[in-house]
């Protein structure tokens, strides 16, 4: 009797594992020392730095087309 009730715990716990993901190994990403505007010193992920070094800034004409302007009305 002691193997039926072993065996029944293990087919559970296969079951039961099906729906819990495995531990993956998180490596932690690549961090940069950064000050803030009020001077406190921040980590903040490279790639977040990268990415957001590489967005192509607005130009005045698309801000002006963008915004209400009151000089755009009267056209």
Partial sequence: MGNIK???DNSR??????FVPPEEKK????MI?????????????????EAASTKQKVTNKEILA??????????
């Fill in 33 to 49: 020392k950064m000050l803030t505007a009020d001077g406190k010193l921040v980590e903040v992920e490279k790639s977040v730095v």
């Fill in 27 to 30: 490596e932690k990403p690549e």
């Fill in 66 to 75: 963008w915004m209400k302007n009151p000089s755009k009305e009267n056209s």
């Fill in 6 to 8: 072993n065996t029944n």
């Fill in 13 to 18: 716990r296969k079951f039961l594992s099906l």
